[in-house]
């Protein structure tokens, strides 16, 4: 089998292309989504960029800002948000912006408007920026109901709403994983070409895995059904083998391995933050809807994460996402704790 770099590139479907074939099924489509695509396309490749070169150009450490979540901001937390802003409103086709980095949405002025509503986090996983860990960037797209009047309920909606969601991570090689509602595909930027290429077409996730991952410093606030999880996971009452701990801390890495190598990733409540510590629109909603699409499941300890209706766009929600039977455990000791309620 031929693996070198040149082999992969003999179909050269690139990301463009990819949608370009998409927008192709839908005759009535004016290629708006494609133009919005191509704009987040270009603030990853930056971002990625940036982050490459962060130690030299001196864009490691904080930005000596405070963001809305109380969160110290880093240099590269308020440049990725400036290129992602500038990106998406340049495109002409975005109508509200919901950025982690910003206390308030942000309407597009009438004459750059356009009919896709973004909610992103332009830098996730901030706390491993300095040690240069995989980050990411998350990203999820709606459209507006009535573009000449846009109102905060176009974003504050049920995740299952969403048309597109995605992530970028920027690791051991820059990988876009996007979903448009048909299937979950991976395309990794060649950085001699500058362009992402299709390298995980149809990504299913194994329908059961053998890792877990979660923050386990948290375990002392845990409630029944996660702390029964977690031991069940490493002392199984039956002949299976205890699953392995991978947990990196940026939930675009984190999930990212979850969706190629199977098993769960959990953000769950706990004592000290009884809504989790997740945010739902930028990061529960965009990673559930491609858990969704790689056939895997997302459940919030209450409901399924995509049927959740927000009322606040920085609102948090507990999250336990991944392979479909491994997710239908944990489903099952939440019903338990209820029917003993
Ligand atoms: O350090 P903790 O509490 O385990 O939290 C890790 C989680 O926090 C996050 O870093 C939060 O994201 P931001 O860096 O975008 O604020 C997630 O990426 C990750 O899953
Ligand atoms: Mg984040
Ligand atoms: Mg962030």
Known sequence: MDHSVEAHRTDLMTITRYVLNEQSKHPESRGDFTIL???????????????????????????????IQGEEQKKLDVLSNEVFVKALVSSGRTCILVSEEDEEAIFVEPSKRGRYCVVFDPLDGSSNIDCGVSIGTIFGIYTVKDQDEPSLNDVLQPGKNMLAAGYCMYGSSCTLVLSTGSGVNGFTLDPSLGE????????????????????????????GPTTKYVEKCKFPKDSSSPKSLRYIGSMVADVHRTMLYGGIFLYPADKKSPNGKLRVLYEVFPMSFLMEQAGGQSFTGKERALDLDPTKIHQRSPIFLGSYDDVEEIKALYAEENAKA
């Open 37 to 67: 695509l191509s704009h987040i396309v270009l603030g990853c490749k930056f971002v990625c960029s940036a982050v490459n070169k962060a130690g030299l150009a001196k864009l490691l450490g904080l930005a000596g800002e405070t963001n």
């Open 196 to 223: 992402f290429i299709l390298t995980h077409p149809d990504i299913k996730i194994p329908k059961k895995g053998n890792i877990y991952s979660v923050n386990e410093g948290n375990a002392k606030n845990w409630d």
